[in-house]
């Protein structure tokens, strides 16, 4: 079975300081695993994912993502926080021999302050 | 290149009726999931069509049917609605043979059920 916990349901961070939304995955075969965002009233859009290879992964509006398989973990990093990158955040994981179900987590709210 | 689009936007039920959603994948893609996300929640997997076939389908009851056209096109189907069908009903596009077990869905910008 797969699960996946986001720590924090509310993040808030002042614009230009450092976004670290963190992300426990469970999964007994090799994940893989996803951080997708959602504005209001939108769907989901993908940032970035994690497959094979290189653990440290790089996705649009400069955020990247570490997989740690020893930690179970995916946080998510973004070096300077702007106005724009308000919005719910939300971690996924999928079997890399699966057809496309995706677990999620229960998302975080990430506020910008001025 | 139209991304995956999704009809009605709102929609305003009652309780005990039966309610159909409508998607349509993005270009080139041939796979359809469809996914729940109720209020300050995360999306929960409803099921997936390939081939116009329900291939894999999550935790919820036969209330919730689908169908997938030739072109690829999906509705999900709720009969018997209870207040807690309320949400947001996503539709995400994928690849199903190519790209197999790469797992990125495009998602549409979902459909907001409202069950009174």
């Known amino acids: 079975a797969q699960s996946v916990t986001q720590l924090g349901s509310h993040v808030s961070v002042s614009e230009g300081a450092l976004v670290l939304l963190r992300c426990n995955y469970s999964s007994s075969v090799p994940p893989y695993l996803f951080w997708y965002v959602q504005y209001p009233n939108q769907g989901l859009q993908l940032l970035l994912k994690y497959t094979t290879g290189a653990t440290l992964v790089k996705g649009i509006n400069g955020f990247e993502a570490e997989f740690k398989k020893s930690e179970t973990s995916f946080h998510l990093t973004k070096p300077s926080a702007h106005m724009s990158d308000a919005a719910e955040y939300f971690c996924?994981?999928?079997?890399?021999?699966?057809?496309?179900?995706?677990?999620f987590g229960q998302g975080t709210t990430l506020q910008v302050k001025p | 290149d139209a991304g995956v689009t999704q009809s009605p936007t709102h929609l305003i039920k009652t309780r005990g009726q039966q309610v159909t959603l409508r998607c349509s994948p993005k270009s080139g893609h041939d796979t359809v999931s469809w996914y729940q996300q109720a209020l300050g929640q995360g999306p929960q997997f409803i099921f997936q069509?390939?081939?116009?076939?329900?291939?894999q389908r999550g935790n919820f009851p036969d209330r919730f049917s689908g169908h997938q056209f030739p072109n690829y096109s999906s509705e999900l189907n709720v009969n018997a609605l209870l207040l807690g069908d309320s949400a947001l009903y996503l539709c995400a596009s994928s690849r199903g043979k190519r790209d197999r077990g790469l797992n990125e869905q495009y998602f549409g910008p979902g459909t907001r059920l409202t069950v009174t």
């Open positions: 069509y390939y081939e116009e076939e329900e291939r």
């Open positions: 996924a994981v999928g079997r890399s021999s699966n057809t496309g179900k995706l677990i």
